[in-house]
């Protein structure tokens, strides 16, 4: 029996032993959430600590030995060098990251843009059809957790979430195949973060790269932590076209506004035009004069009114269009509106 306090009671022995064993789950619990990159840095920084500090000592091989002060200063540099190793490199460890010891010993070379996918983005769709006319460079980033989450929403009890689960695999798996187009499956994670968006700020961080997203919250969050966004809303809008009051354009009416007499119709982009005098021409095509545009939160809005063939407004809209030789935007007689996909 060991007996390491040297009492003949093995009480004092036990609770020494039981003391030591909780040390060592309360180590092992504070640990199981650390990253294993943290903790081999931790490892590396205390093992390059202790080698210094025990160079130090032999460099003072001619000090006395025997002088009690240098016996302290021999223990103190043994106790605060490695342990000022081991704080370091816990703190640095993500530099032991696979990518980022990739980037030290990568040869010199044009410099890599990551774009980092969101689920959101990956979910609506649109991202397949701009990877395809070439207009975003760089390697598309896939994390891992990413990927986990569209297959929480794939195996959804709610059908409609399962539906769009499912459709954010097959674009994946149809960028994927565009020649091109380098996706890039990333295994970092960030165990010490729960939400998926943090995460993705963090591995954007990390990569240098930038995030590609549709949802709002996460846009704002990010750049108010310096994180470059790429937002796929705020292009559509962007590329809207310019509608001035009293240009003329053909639309197709699809039903009947909330005011009296109104028709609705949409604009490829899924732009809203709300046209007067207009309620008796749903299912047709015809001409309308803008009146006015309204820029809101949710996008643009054009106000309209019916042109009555050979009335007199309309001879005159078109009189005056000819003469300033302005081009009449053509809608698509059946709408498409744009939505982004819900997280």
């Not at 001619?62 to 043994?78: K, Q």
């Amino acid at each position: 029996m060991l007996r390491p306090v040297g009492s003949d009671s093995p009480l004092a022995n036990i609770a020494l032993g039981a003391a030591l064993a909780a040390s060592a789950v309360g180590f092992e619990w504070l640990l199981r959430n650390t990253a294993v990159t943290h903790m081999l840095g931790a490892f590396i920084g205390g093992a390059v600590g202790l080698l210094l500090a025990k160079g130090i000592s032999e460099a003072l091989f001619w000090i006395d030995h025997g002088d009690s002060r240098v016996a302290f200063m021999h223990s103190f540099i043994l106790l605060v060098f490695p342990y000022i190793g081991a704080v370091i490199g816990g703190r640095k460890g993500e530099w032991l990251e696979p990518a980022r010891l990739i980037a030290l010993f990568r040869a010199a070379g044009p410099e890599r843009h990551y774009k980092i996918l969101d689920t959101s983005v990956i979910i609506d769709g649109r991202i397949a059809d701009l990877c395809e006319t070439g207009f975003i460079d760089g390697a598309m980033v896939v994390p891992q957790f990413v990927l986990k989450e569209l297959q929480l929403v794939a195996d959804s009890s709610d059908s409609m979430k399962r539906n769009r689960g499912r459709r954010g695999l097959d674009i994946l798996q149809k960028i994927q195949k565009m020649s091109g187009v380098e996706v890039v499956i990333s295994d970092l994670d960030y165990p010490d973060v729960k939400e998926v968006d943090l995460k993705l700020i963090e591995l954007a961080r990390t990569l240098s790269g930038k995030i590609v997203t549709n949802d709002f919250n996460l846009n704002k969050v990010a750049q108010l932590r310096g994180v470059a966004v790429l937002n796929i809303n705020e292009l559509a809008n962007a590329l809207k076209p310019v509608v001035l009051p009293g240009e003329v354009m053909k639309v197709f009416i699809l039903k009947e506004g909330k005011e009296y007499n109104q028709g609705v119709a949409y604009l490829d982009d899924g732009t809203m035009v709300v046209v007067d005098n207009a309620r008796k021409m749903i299912s047709k095509t015809i001409d309308v004069v803008v009146t006015s545009v309204l820029q809101t939160t949710a996008g643009k809005m054009i106000f309209g009114r019916y042109l009555e063939p050979g009335g007199a407004q309309a001879s005159a809209t078109r009189s005056t269009q000819a003469t300033s030789g302005s081009s009449t935007p053509v809608a698509s007689p059946a709408p498409i509106v744009a939505k982004p996909a819900d997280r």
